[in-house]
């Protein structure tokens, strides 16, 4: 066979091969955001696209809230999900690499007038305050059991933009997220120095990309597992940062 044909050949079984995985997320700056084209971009959108360049992959990213999204993946219409925390209760349906792409920074976080600047750990003193989080999202495993025993009550929000933007207006007294995110947006309100972090931190919570165990092969799970642990072994997300958080 002539070398011609064997290229050709080549090319058209790769091609053929090609997979595209639909990817439900939400805006999520810096690690998820979308441009003045529509198209997505971030930290955590670029380590994706970066690891299944080695994978004869595409992503597909679908940008909702973190409720349609959770939901789409939860429910296999979808095959991935970004950003998840891995708990026992996401693996019955879930796929999870081994490897995170960062730790966030789970804070309270409220406005810089606020008279304390710490937290005694007693989630029970939180009852008395307007608090809120993202919909679905977890925090950290004591927060979350604390407010599933109804220690504390919570208004639910569907982005951490949302939450920022309440507790700057007034109509939260406390928000419970990632504390570079939170940073971020409250500078994007013109009000870089408008929030105060309680500390100590909640907890710092590894985050991945969770796929849908009756959409996605497992096999292509442990791929993408490898190109990303050695993307990071790079220097990846210190680029990405770079990038982003300038």
């Known amino acids: 066979m002539k070398p011609l044909v064997v290229f050709l050949l080549f090319v058209s079984s790769t091609l053929c091969h090609a997979k595209t995985v ?28 970066q690891s299944f360049q080695q994978l004869n992959a595409d992503a597909d990213f679908h940008i909702s809230n973190w409720a349609r999204a959770f939901a789409k993946v939860k429910s296999h219409q ?5 950003p998840t925390m891995r708990t026992a209760d996401r693996e019955a349906f879930f796929y999870y690499p081994d490897t995170a792409f960062l730790l ?11 008279p304390t600047d710490t937290f005694s750990g007693d989630f029970a003193e939180l ?15 004591p927060f979350d059991q604390a407010l599933a025993k109804h220690t504390f009550d919570v208004e639910k929000h569907n982005s951490v933009e949302g939450l920022v933007k309440s507790l700057l207006r007034g109509r939260l007294d406390m928000i419970a997220t990632d504390s570079r995110q939170a940073l971020l947006v409250a500078a994007q309100e013109g009000k870089p120095n408008g929030l105060k972090l309680i500390e100590p931190a909640l907890g710092q919570v590894p985050v991945y990309l969770a796929f849908s165990k009756q959409q996605v092969d497992q096999e292509f799970v442990l791929e993408f597992d490898k ?14 940062e770079a990038k982003y958080l300038q």
Do not use: C
């Open 104 to 114: 966030l920074d789970q804070h309270l976080i409220t406005l810089n007038a606020w």
């Open 127 to 141: 009852d008395d305050y307007r608090i809120g989080k993202v919909r679905n999202a977890r925090i950290s495993p």
């Open 22 to 49: 639909e990817i439900q997320s939400f805006v999520f700056p810096p690690y998820i955001m979308v441009n003045d084209q529509g198209k997505a971009e971030g930290i955590i959108v670029e380590l994706i696209e």
């Open 227 to 240: 190109q990303l642990k050695q993307l990071l072994e790079q220097g990846a997300l210190a680029k990405l």
């Open 78 to 82: 979808s095959q991935g999900l970004i």
